[in-house]
């Protein structure tokens, strides 16, 4: 997992519990991504656990990228903290820092491989 | 469909007759990808056609941003022409116009949807 923390300098961060939902399957989105500083998320989609998202790893871009919906749920497993990256933020991080970008496409690279897999 | 032939400028480009294959699902990745100047291209994976690629569009791009091999089959349906744009030079466009970079990641995310449709 690639550490996104290192790219996105200070941001407006969020504690979170076990248990509680960053955002739900099917619900319109905020326009925001998220990194994780600290603790455990599971994305899941239809009952079924697509990821462990770990320290350093990124959630919620598809949303932000297409403006639609999510399109999975993502819930805490263990007590943390994650950075909020609005639109406005995500572009501006683009335009200063391309290997950001090419950071992004591994990781949508990875989610198309991971729906391909026999 | 975006035109990334707008993004591009000049490019090594190929011509290609219907039935011509520019590369199979499974092969080992040249580090290529193609936008789609003339004619039409028909992408299928395990026998099925999983798109059909208009003019200014953009197919190949998973195998060069995460180097794995090929996900599906690109097969002209008629006749046309295609810029290959190497590694090198996708890297130089991100870095060169961040417009193109957010292009190819709504291309990514339109392909994940493609995934999850029920």
């Keep these: 997992m690639s550490q996104f923390a290192d790219f996105i ?3 407006h961060t969020i504690e979170f519990v076990p248990g509680e939902v960053i955002f739900a399957e099917g619900a319109l989105a905020d326009g925001c991504m998220y990194v994780l500083l600290e603790g455990g998320i599971q994305l899941g989609r239809q009952g079924k656990v ?3 998202v770990g320290e350093g790893g ?9 403006n639609g919906p999510r399109s999975a749920t993502a819930k805490a497993t263990a007590p943390g903290k994650l950075a909020v990256i609005s639109g406005e933020r995500f572009r501006e991080l683009i335009l200063r820092n391309p290997s950001f970008a090419l950071e992004i496409m591994r990781l949508l690279a990875r989610r198309i491989r991971f729906h391909l897999r026999p």
């Design 50 to 52: 697509l990821e462990e």
């Design 9 to 11: 300098g200070s941001a």
């Design 58 to 66: 990124v959630f919620g871009e598809l949303a932000l990228i297409d």
